[in-house]
Every structure is written in structure tokens, then in C-alpha cells.
């Protein structure tokens, strides 16, 4: 009997021995499983985000080629621009030439504009069409703001009856953040051009007109070096870079310290 107690106690022993053991191998493959699929998923995750950046840098490239062949497409005038936003959009960055009547008293000044680094209003009048009918809102250029006499208004020259606009059909002014409501005076942040119809009653047309520099114009003393839309791909093939190498690290880490310079266990 004694023999016979030894042995079971030698079998409980060894079964011990080996739950003790196999309790750490399991939770090594555990721990192991976790990093390769959180290495994989971290691999993953840097090379969508390279490839994105890809994408956006193809979009860009495509939007720069069409605006160049927007810009050699015939000008546009008062009866070909468009009346609906979606005719509006497929006409941004073509040129017009345009004659009608300024609107003076619905004149808007956007604040804190920027132009060759300096900041002031941007200058926002109104232009009855003629021939024809409609209102469509030009982007006339930028004036400069007093900062001491922050309400005073900037003087400037604006010809009456019938002028003549050159120019490009633009998206409405870019909006500011503003914490305040929109404003309904001539000073203003922002300019929406449903609201501002709604405001006026003006027939506006779903689109903008940057004016361009012309002989006689030059006199109002507003300035139109207006910046050329942001194309930036090497930006975007920067970031795909960086991300592309955050992929390539991750897996030589993993492979690192996995493979040839291993822990211990």
C-alpha cells in the first residue's frame, strides 16, 4: 500500500509539474497572437492612410488640370452664366465678361480677409445685369481696415451706370468662424448668398465673380491679386511618405524583436 501511495503521489506531482508549465507557454502564445494581430492591424491601418493621401493627391492633380481647361474655355457672359447651383459649379474658374450696374448701397465688407499677408476687408458689391436680368454678386478685391476706427469704412471708387466686369466665376466668399450670429450690417464675417438674397430681395445668381484687373479700374484703389486654389500635391505626397515608412517600421519592430533579437521568455 505504501508502494502504491508513492506512485500516486508521484503522478500528482508530475500533472502539477506540467499545469505549472503549461500555464505560461499558453499565455505566451496568447501574448504573441495579440502582437502580430495588433502589429498587423497597425500595418494595415499606416498604409490606408498612405494610400488615401494618394488618392487625394491624383484628386488634386485632376481638379488642376481641369481648371486650366476651364480657363481656356470661351468667356462667359451675363446670358450663359448659370442659374442653378449645379450649373454654378461646373462653371467655377471660367472667365466672364459682364456689363451691368453696381449696387452700391448693398455694398458688404468681409473682415479679417487676407491679401499678400496683409489683413482687411474684402469688398463684396452687387452688379444688376444689363442686358437681361439678375444680380450677381461680384468680389470686387481687398481695402485695407482701419484698426483704430474699427467701424470705418475704407472709401472706395465706384463708377456709376453701366460698367464693364472681367473677371472669374467663383464659389461664394470662403467662410470665416464667427461666434456671434451672422451679421446684418456692412461690416460683416461671413456672406451667404441665400440669406443675403433673402435679406435684400436681390436675384441672385448661385455664384460669384472675382473681378480681374482693367484698364480703368485700377482707379477704385482695391487690390485683386486673389490666391490661385490650393492644388499643394506635394503636401499630400509628403504625408503618403510618412505613413508608407510608419508601415515599413512596424513590421521591421515586429519582425526585430520577434525573430532576431528576441526576448527572453
Excluded: C
Excluded at 38 to 55: K, N, V
Excluded at 58 to 85: F, N, W
Amino acid at each position: 500500500m505504501v508502494g502504491g501511495l508513492q506512485r500516486d503521489d508521484d503522478r500528482l506531482f508530475v500533472t502539477a509539474d506540467l499545469r505549472s508549465s503549461a500555464a505560461p507557454a499558453s499565455r505566451a502564445h496568447v501574448r504573441a497572437a495579440l502582437t502580430l494581430l495588433a502589429t498587423l492591424a497597425g500595418i494595415a491601418l499606416a498604409a490606408r492612410l498612405g494610400f488615401w493621401q494618394l488618392d487625394r493627391a491624383h484628386q488634386k492633380i485632376a481638379l488642376q488640370a481641369s481648371l486650366e481647361a476651364r480657363s481656356r474655355e470661351p468667356v462667359l457672359d451675363a446670358s450663359t452664366l448659370a442659374r442653378s447651383p449645379l450649373a454654378a459649379e461646373a462653371q467655377h474658374y471660367r472667365r466672364v465678361s459682364l456689363r451691368g450696374r453696381w449696387l452700391v448701397e448693398r455694398t458688404v465688407f468681409l473682415d479679417n480677409r487676407q491679401m499678400d499677408g496683409k489683413v482687411g476687408f474684402f469688398v463684396v458689391t452687387p452688379l444688376a445685369l444689363v442686358p437681361g436680368s439678375g444680380v450677381v454678386l461680384v468680389q470686387r478685391g481687398w481695402a485695407p481696415r482701419d484698426f483704430v476706427a474699427r467701424e470705418s469704412l475704407p472709401r472706395i471708387a465706384t463708377p456709376e451706370g453701366t460698367v464693364a466686369v472681367e473677371g472669374i466665376v467663383a464659389p461664394p466668399p470662403s467662410r470665416l468662424f464667427e461666434f456671434a450670429g451672422a451679421a446684418s450690417g456692412p461690416i460683416r464675417q461671413n456672406l451667404d448668398l441665400a440669406s443675403f438674397a433673402r435679406e435684400t430681395g436681390l436675384d441672385l445668381l448661385p455664384l460669384s465673380v472675382q473681378q480681374q484687373d482693367a484698364p480703368g479700374f485700377r482707379a477704385d484703389g482695391l487690390e485683386r491679386h486673389w490666391p490661385a486654389p490650393a492644388i499643394d500635391v506635394q503636401k499630400h505626397h509628403g504625408y503618403a511618405f510618412q505613413w508608407f515608412a510608419l508601415a515599413v517600421a512596424i513590421a521591421f519592430l515586429y519582425v526585430w524583436h520577434r525573430f532576431i533579437r528576441p526576448g527572453k521568455p
